[in-house]
């Protein structure tokens, strides 16, 4: 093959790299961001449910202290039971201590029911607190692999940048310009010829160009799409093993 179509068949392959190892490098930061996210989001939902066991324990305290207030007025009404002058009074103050002591009972139900919240609640809070922490183990893990990753990125393009730098100098003006312009137009410059059909196009290349492509001693370009076009023996599965 002309010394001239491996090199644009190299640079190519290098360009295709290069755009593919930038994608990357690119990518890498936006994974770590979603992993920021989902720690934010995580501390988000424990800071939540902390401010829910907080409104949890306030309720608990105030139905805490009624009870205390309601045990204490049931202790004065019964004191006054001794002092009253009439029956009226005094099944009046029975009624009224009978009520206080309803709703007493009333209380501690509601008490009861506020502590098996506030257990659920310390659980749920000890998941998060897990996931919190799980997940920020991912971040520091990820952020680790993927610092070594960007170097070695980093360290590959500049590799194949170089590479590249060396091919274009080893070829000439004219050929470089006209690869720069049909990648330009096309996105891709170099094509494989097959089957006499442009792989870049898929039009039928004409038996003549296809065997000058064939030969491979000369730069041809599709007579459709501009492509250079280069020839290439498929392999069948079975054969590569
Ligand atoms: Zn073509």
């Known amino acids: 093959m002309l010394k001239e179509l491996e090199l644009l068949i190299r640079l190519q392959t290098l360009d295709e790299l290069i755009k593919a190892k930038e994608k990357d490098q690119k990518e890498i930061p936006q994974n770590l961001e979603e992993i920021k996210k989902k720690v934010a989001m995580t501390e988000k939902e424990l800071e939540e449910i902390q401010k829910k066991l907080k409104e949890l324990e306030l309720t608990r305290r105030k139905k805490e202290k009624y009870l205390d207030e309601l045990a204490e007025k049931i202790t004065d009404k019964k004191a006054k039971l001794f002092n009253v002058k009439t029956n009226e009074e005094y ?31 310390h659980k749920l809070i000890e998941e998060k607190e897990k996931k919190v922490k799980e997940i ?106």
């Open 91 to 121: 099944a009046a103050l029975l009624r009224e201590i009978e009520k206080m002591k309803e709703e007493t009972s009333q209380t501690e139900d509601e008490i009861i029911i506020l502590l098996d919240e506030i257990e659920v609640t």
């Open 136 to 241: 920020e183990e991912l971040l520091r893990k990820k952020e680790k692999e993927f610092e070594e990753i960007v170097d070695k990125i980093a360290q590959e393009i500049e590799s194949f940048k170089n590479e590249r730098e060396e091919i274009r100098q080893q070829l000439g003006d004219d050929t470089r310009k006209l690869y720069e312009k049909i990648k330009g137009t096309r996105g891709n410059a170099v094509v494989r010829a097959s089957n006499k059909t442009c792989m870049g196009c898929f039009m039928e290349i004409p038996p003549q160009t296809f065997l000058e492509v064939k030969k491979g001693d000369k730069l041809i370009q599709c007579p459709f799409c501009g492509r250079i076009l280069f020839f290439w023996e498929e392999k069948k599965e079975d054969e590569e093993g």
